[in-house]
């Protein structure tokens, strides 16, 4: 089945530790998204790429980083610069950036210990 | 940055009922999409509306779309319990979306 998936589910993180969310597409999409969200905040949105090897920061992306090598693969890591990192963070790809659906993945709910 | 605001926040109706919520935009856009989350899931995509169409159903959902206004509607007809959900509006230019209006539909 074609879809896009999030792991892990949870995640636990310690103070001043790096963390990566892996993200991975199976639909052939060039364009993908990473959100934050927090309760009562709505989607946020921290990277996008729309090519492999490009992407570009949204409105929230200090203390993050992504890399995008692959076309299939969008990681994001949440650095020890990321201050207030507990959130569901969601990702989604889409053939285009903005032109059609989105489709997303489960989420990681993160959560610093 | 080009950003889909929800009114109202939040909605409680009964079932069979419908459910109207609404979408503000602030610059010109080619679409607007809605979407729905269930509590503590991914978004699943509804609808997309192109700038040139003012109406668009699928199914019971019905959406608006006034580009002189900058605003969108999605109308969804004989609630059922089951469409409790968030429901978000975005629009084309980098997905960016609104906080969602939280719709609460009672047996």
């Known amino acids: 089945d074609g879809g896009i998936t999030q792991s892990p589910k949870y995640l636990f993180r310690k103070e001043g530790q790096n963390v990566t969310l892996s993200c991975e597409q199976n639909l052939n999409h060039d364009a993908m998204y990473w959100y934050r969200q927090d309760p009562g905040q709505g989607l946020r949105l921290i990277y996008y790429?729309?090519?492999?090897?490009?992407?570009q920061k949204g409105d929230i992306a200090e203390g993050y980083s992504v890399s995008r090598e692959k076309k299939e693969s969008f990681p994001l890591t949440v650095t020890s610069a990321q201050k207030n990192p507990t959130a569901f963070y969601l990702c989604?790809?889409?053939?285009?950036?903005?032109?059609?659906?989105?489709?997303f993945g489960q989420g990681t709910r993160l959560t610093v210990v | 940055s080009q950003q889909g605001e929800e009114d109202p926040q939040a909605l409680s109706i009964q079932e069979g009922e419908n459910a109207t919520m609404n979408c503000s935009y602030k610059t010109s856009i080619n679409n607007l999409q809605w979407y729905r989350q269930n509590s503590g899931r991914g978004l699943v995509h509804l609808i997309l509306i192109r700038s040139n169409e003012r109406e668009k159903h699928s199914g019971r959902l019905r959406v608006t779309l006034d580009t002189s206004k900058k605003s969108s509607s999605l109308l969804i007809t004989a609630s059922r319990a089951a469409d409790t959900a968030s429901y978000f509006c975005a629009t084309d230019a980098a997905l960016n979306f609104g906080k969602g209006t939280s719709l609460l539909v009672t047996p």
């Open positions: 989604a790809s889409s053939r285009q950036r903005g032109d059609t659906e989105a489709f």
């Open positions: 790429s729309q090519i492999v090897n490009d992407f």
